[in-house]
């Protein structure tokens, strides 16, 4: 009694370490080889399939009771089946397991069986023989494999997928040994790969109805050895309006099929299949508890909002997010602080021009460090909610960061340029602009730049501003900038030449030429041009030189242009006639300080007294242009 | 050059060897050369692997041969059965016989033979009485022993080239006559090999004729029909192995030792325990041995007997219940069943099977014989 106490309880340790690992072996638990209970008979049907399909598979009834039992407890989980249920899995709903009670417990044998281990199985025999006097072992245990010589050949075509070859060798067999029957291991699992076969092909080419044809005629492909062809049935079962089932199908597997992936990638191929969102959230529910207290299917539910959220915020059509579902998101990018769902609830307040929540979720996800599209979202929030110079800062701020915030940068800047309303921008915000305008290439604010410069009296520099513009990209505002610098400077061959260059690309240019008197009259002798070049506003008053004029014009040619503007005061205040050449001046004085109203009157009067009508009209369409928004001007 | 120096190095930890060593333990402490394996030397493609492999398994075999003989043979040239009163038997002459040989170790193979010839053939039907007791110093059973003639008539024959001595042929050949006349038998069941010349006859037992499949030597065939062609040997072999594949019992479909031919189908031997044990347990070293591609094919019965170090087992069988009964404690055992998975499954064999050494003769021997067998024409084994 001694000795034999421990040896009775090693043996029984030892039994529920073999339970343990035939259950392991057995790779899925007892439901999952039960096929789902999508076809109304599916389930009488596949519970006798399943005995003759595995007659080696462990059977959870023949546990001992100490032993554990993952199959049994999986069954009775709150989740139970709704649908039609399988054959009970407890003895006493089977009558053949009557019989079974109180007998002796071959899973271990069985198992050693299975492995093919000869000499564990005769361990466990002499064990068995010992323990139960008499008894004798079935003489099956080895009745698959007594074939094994002659099927060895086709379970490696088997497993290499080729089942037109194990057909063919099966027959081959046949022919040699008149009599012989493949086992029914092999042809059970023959015409189930067929057939998964045949349902997959049906399935590729969206053949819906092949598709569920195929699996209610095979339900032994329909269990959690194959969720594939579960899913794929579900998606046919939903193409052809048969949602239920489909449900059903995804239903079965969350309750009974134990893989994780294969689980989470049941529910997402559901959110893409199934078109109640009721449906998805009960599939939802099925999810099991995880040892961090989340839900197994937490990760899926945010991806159903993020995507809600995130088409909501492309301006895609498509389901919106509840404003329960939004709030569970936002706990959870505040908790977990996740960046990503962070930006995510920034865009879409963004798009909903909810600038105060979006600064706020953008900052948040600046928090954890620079990050470019967090930044993007910030600087476009801020100058959404009209908080120009906070954007200005933050554009510069982050220019570094990508590309796309660097281009973000140009454009607030360059908007914020010939807006004469902006806060003007330090010479420090100047030089970085124009660095990242150079080292972006970008021809867009290269424009806009040149324009500043241009307005800025700076002619010479907007040129090549507008050349860089253009070089960069060809664009409509670099071509009138680059006719009109050209013109500014007289350099009228290369402003005749532009204007044959852009004319019939950009209508505006015609009608700029038009305005401006055309080339011809003023770009003839290459001798007088130059020299016209040199001395780009000449006036003539009376007749002789006007010293007056021209020490005006001198003034205001350095870039003086409020000393010019005095000048002029003080002559006409000395009642000295103004010749419209130097009305000319008084137009682009009063321009380049701002007052372009003031300009655009002189130029129209100069226009409306046929004076210096080229000088006017060129005054004023550059005063048109400058006066359109940097979008329009293109 | 890789595979030379190899050698070299192995030649050294083999001579190193001192006295001969049975304990386990002491094996276990033993230097262990890195053991070359086909893949090991790629470059210098399979065959020379092969050759490489083969001469090793040569060099290690016959270095083995010196521990055996220096343990079990006798310096007049008796093989002892030291698990048995140290008796001698037809049988261990045969083995000894037959590795001497193998071992090309011409002064031992002559000395036991002179002592065998001299010892046990002393029937007139020049079959070998099987047992000698030194003890009494004679022979105490008279009748012979057919696994025991066939493997001394097979070593001669082996013998007789390796050391181009004609005489032992004269003397192979006329046992191989005396097997074919007095031992190889018609019955309804085919041509069968008695195990002894009295006692297992139809007459003999009521379940008669019993045979034992562990008396094919199924690799000495082809050799006896040289010997003795006047018996059809090949018809023989090929009946053993249809013998071998109906005569298999119990839900493990094993065959027992003794297996009776006298009833409707065969049965295991009534008067012998029904066991698969050190009898049958020979079965697979002489279907690994055997070339017959239907012997190959036979083996695939037996490889999962053992699958390896961390298995259980092997263990003699009741083979009509597939009962476990005591553990085949030996490393002889493991290495035949090591060697069946090896021809078979192509799996390689633990190295320390094939070092493990037995401290008993018949152990031992089944050890030297696998070893044998490998570098005769498995080396792929090694």
């Known amino acids: 009694m001694f000795l034999k106490r421990p040896l009775l309880l090693t043996a029984m340790l030892a039994l529920a370490v073999t339970a343990i690992r035939s259950q392991a072996a057995n790779s899925d638990e007892a439901p999952s080889q039960r096929p789902a209970p999508i076809f109304a008979d599916a389930a009488a049907d596949g519970a006798a399939a399943q005995v003759k399909a595995a007659p080696s598979a462990v059977s959870p009834f023949d546990l001992p009771a100490s032993a554990p039992r993952p199959a049994v407890q999986a069954n009775t989980a709150p989740w139970e089946f709704s649908a039609p249920k399988p054959a009970p899995d407890t003895p006493d709903g089977d009558p053949a397991s009557k019989s ?102 049906a399935s590729e080419a969206q053949q819906w109805g092949d598709v569920i044809d195929i699996a209610a005629a095979n339900k032994m492909l329909l269990t959690c050895a194959d969720v594939d062809a579960i899913w794929r049935t579900a998606e046919a079962l939903a193409h052809t309006d048969d949602e239920p089932r489909a449900l059903e199908a995804y239903r079965y597997i969350l309750t009974s099929c134990t893989k994780r992936d294969e689980r989470l990638a049941t529910v997402q191929k559901a959110s893409q299949i199934l078109k109640s969102p009721e449906d998805l959230d009960a599939l939802l529910r099925l999810g099991r508890r995880l040892p961090n207290g989340t839900s197994e299917f937490e990760s899926v539910r945010f991806d159903l909002i993020r995507q809600k959220l995130g088409d909501a915020a492309a301006g895609k ?23 990503g769902d962070q930006q995510l609830l920034g865009w879409f307040a963004y798009s909903r021009q909810d600038f105060v929540q979006a600064e706020s979720w953008f900052a948040m996800a600046l928090r954890s460090g620079p990050d470019p599209k967090a930044a993007e979202g910030l600087v476009l929030t801020l100058r959404g909610a009209g908080k120009i110079a906070d954007a200005q800062r933050l554009a510069v701020q982050y220019a570094g960061l990508g590309p796309l915030n660097r281009k973000l940068m140009i454009e607030v800047l360059t908007t914020a340029l010939n807006d004469p309303a902006a806060t003007q921008l330090s010479p420090d915000d100047l030089v970085t602009l124009s660095q990242a305008i150079d080292l972006a290439k970008s021809s867009e604010g290269a424009q806009l730049y040149a324009w500043h410069l241009y307005n800025a009296n700076d002619v010479a520099g907007a040129a090549d501003w507008f050349r860089k513009s253009a070089d960069w990209q060809q664009n409509e505002a670099a071509a009138i900038g680059l006719i009109v610098t050209a013109r500014r400077l007289h350099n009228m061959r290369d402003y005749a030449d532009l204007v044959a260059k852009y004319r019939d690309v950009y209508p505006k240019v015609a009608a700029l030429d038009a305005a401006m008197g055309g080339a011809r009259s003023i770009a003839a002798p290459r001798a007088a041009a130059q020299a016209q070049a040199n001395s780009p506003v000449r006036l003539r008053g009376g007749g002789g030189w006007d010293k007056n004029a021209d020490a005006i014009a001198t003034t205001m040619q350095a870039g003086k242009v409020d000393q010019a503007l005095a000048m002029l005061e003080e002559r006409r205040s000395k009642g000295l006639a103004e010749p419209p050449g130097l009305t000319v001046v008084r137009g682009w004085a009063l321009y380049q300080n701002g007052d372009w109203e003031g300009a655009k009157k002189v130029f129209a009067g100069l226009q409306a007294k046929q004076e210096q009508v080229e000088d006017a009209e060129f005054g004023l369409a550059t005063i048109e242009h400058a006066e359109l928004p940097a979008a329009m001007r293109r | 050059m890789i595979a030379r120096s190899r050698l070299a190095g192995w030649f050294v930890a083999i001579c190193l060897q001192a006295s001969p060593i049975h304990a386990g333990t002491e094996t276990q402490a033993w230097v262990t050369p890195q053991r070359p394996l086909a893949s090991d030397a790629s470059s210098n493609g399979d065959q020379g692997d092969r050759e490489a492999n083969a001469q090793v398994a040569r060099m290690w075999f016959k270095a083995e041969w010196q521990i055996y003989a220096a343990t079990f043979v006798t310096a007049d040239g008796r093989i002892v059965d030291n698990a048995n009163g140290n008796v001698s038997h037809s049988e261990g002459q045969g083995y000894g016989l037959l590795l001497a040989a193998l071992a090309d170790d011409s002064e031992r193979f002559e000395k036991i033979w002179r002592w065998t010839e001299d010892h046990m053939m002393v029937r007139p039907d020049h079959l070998l009485s099987w047992r000698w007791d030194p003890q009494k110093g004679a022979i105490t059973d008279p009748n012979n022993a057919t696994d025991g003639d066939i493997l001394v008539a097979w070593a001669l024959a082996k013998g007789a080239q390796t050391f181009n001595r004609p005489d032992y042929r004269a003397s192979a050949a006329v046992i191989a006559g005396a097997i074919g006349a007095t031992l190889i038998k018609n019955s309804d069941r085919g041509l069968i090999l008695l195990p002894a010349a009295q006692g297992f006859a139809h007459e003999d037992q009521a379940d008669g004729p019993v045979v034992n499949l562990s008396y094919w030597v199924f690799p000495a065939f082809s050799t006896l029909k040289d010997l003795a062609p006047a018996y059809d040997w090949e018809a023989l072999h090929a009946n053993g192995l249809k013998l071998l594949s109906v005569g298999r019992f119990g839900p493990l479909r094993l065959p027992p030792d003794w ?27 002489y279907l690994a041995w055997d070339s017959a591609p239907l012997a190959r094919h036979a083996l695939s019965g037996f490889v999962n007997l053992w699958r390896g170090p961390r298995s259980a087992g092997p263990y003699v069988i009741d083979v009509n219940s597939g009962s476990a009964e005591q553990v085949l404690d030996g490393a002889g055992y493991r290495l035949v069943l090591a060697l069946a998975r090896c021809v078979s499954l192509d799996s390689p064999i633990d190295e320390q099977v094939i070092k493990s050494r037995d401290p008993l003769y018949y152990p031992d021997t089944l050890r030297m014989l696998s070893l044998a067998a490998i570098q005769e024409r498995l080396p792929q084994c090694f």
Request: zero cysteines.
């Open chain 1, 100 to 201: 079974r009670e109180g007998e002796i417990d071959l899973t271990a044998l069985r198992y050693f069986a299975g492995q093919g281990d000869l000499a564990r199985v005769a361990a466990e025999i002499k064990r068995l023989r010992e323990k139960h006097p008499g008894w004798e072992p079935p003489q099956d245990l080895f009745a698959q494999s007594g074939n094994s010589e002659f099927e060895k050949p086709l379970w490696d075509l088997f497993a290499q997928h080729d089942y037109d070859g194990v057909r063919a060798g099966i027959e081959a067999i046949q022919d040699k040994n008149p009599g012989w029957q493949p086992s029914s291991d092999l042809t059970d699992k023959l015409a189930l790969a067929e057939a998964n076969d045949k349902l997959v092909k």
């Open chain 2, 259 to 285: 297996l009776a031919l006298g009833g409707q189908t065969p049965a295991p031997a009534e008067k012998f325990p029904s066991q698969f044990g050190y009898n049958a347990i020979r079965i697979p070293l």
């Open chain 1, 317 to 339: 059509a498509g389901p919106e997010a509840s404003q329960a579902e939004i709030d569970a998101l936002a706990a959870h990018a505040r908790n977990a602080n996740d960046r």
